[in-house]
């Protein structure tokens, strides 16, 4: 019989470094309007945010709290943003890193759900993993689908032509005819500065992200062992990725195994700093425009890819970049991760951006940027719901205006 608990098993010295103090719920101070977006949209009990959770863990772990289906949905509600880390006072002092690794409590609970009562966890997450399983596309379209964004544009093989330059467009955006611009505006700068990218078309494996984050940890982890030695194998240098969850999975969770990738991950707001850095592009000044830039947690607490995107904006003639008091590591989710877009049809994701957008609307800023397709769609979707005058960009649609 299989092992019971076996993933909370594992996190239980995180689990037991919480002093249930409750900072993840109540700090408040000038760059932390809040901490947790879920339960700023709730009615804010204790298992909307990380002190409830963890307890929860805890109950399970020890046996006096039976799993249900009711906690299968509050272990979902959570976006996996992992600002309740940045602002818990339990460090490790001699790394400075947090004891409570919130994040991982969540996807261990997530897993044990999947694994022994896959039941009770809701069938949206379900339908991905098996669409996963059928076309290694959690979106559940078939492999051609992945190179139609490329149509028009001659972007070789990378297994038939190699070079040091392989652009990972992710499944979101390769799936979503919406968001084909990103790519095709990326491949176009990128082949103005002189870097001459190849991709995989419709052998892009999806990076196992998602899958990690809504608990399929041994789904992921042989889709990651997989794909490193796809990517290996394409010889490349350095991979570039246009959504910040894949830049997240390549770089962080796929050092995690023995087998180890070989190019560097960049996500493309770092290459692109390189490059108007080294004046491969002249960019112009097309519009003047006020923005504010959203630090995707994925790019910014995930991986501390804090300057290159503002490096990027303060490059390009007419954008006039303006601070939120919560940026940063202090950054409000924007609602979209841990699979919440899926979960109560959306509903509670998109309360989310609204309430982050919320702070936007409060400075001069006529457009907010981000640089990951789950932040666009989901502060787009808040946007629209709430008749916003604020618009949304990816940092790469500015770039493109400026250097064409
Ligand atoms: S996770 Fe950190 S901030 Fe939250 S209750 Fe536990 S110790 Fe306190
Ligand atoms: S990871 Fe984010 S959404 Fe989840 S409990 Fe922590 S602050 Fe809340």
Known sequence: MAEKKKALKQVSRSIYSCRTCGQCGSKVTDEVPYVCPVREITPGFDHFYARGKIVIARGLLEGLVEPSRELAEVVYTCTLCGNCMTQCGAIDRDTGEPLVDTIGIVEAMRSDFLDEHPEWVDPEYRGL?????????????PRSVKQKWAKKLNVPHALEHPSETLLFVGCTIASNPALYPRAVRAVEILQKAGVAPAMLGKDEPCCGSVQKRIGAAGQAREMMKKNIQLLNETGCKTIITLCAGCANALKNDYSLGAEKLQPEVLHIVELLARLLKYG???????????????????????????DAPRDVLNALPGIELIERSATR??????GAGGGMRLFASGNLAQEMGQRALESTSQTEAEALISACPFCEMNFEAASKASNSPIAVYDIIDLVHDAVF
């Open 129 to 141: 993993l098996s669409a996963t399983g059928q076309y290694d596309n959690p979106w559940g379209l």
């Open 280 to 306: 491969k592009l002249q960019p112009a000044e097309k519009k003047t425009k006020k923005v504010v830039y959203h630090d995707p947690c994925h790019l910014g607490r995930h991986m501390g890819v804090y």
């Open 329 to 334: 590591q202090n950054t409000i989710c924007c």
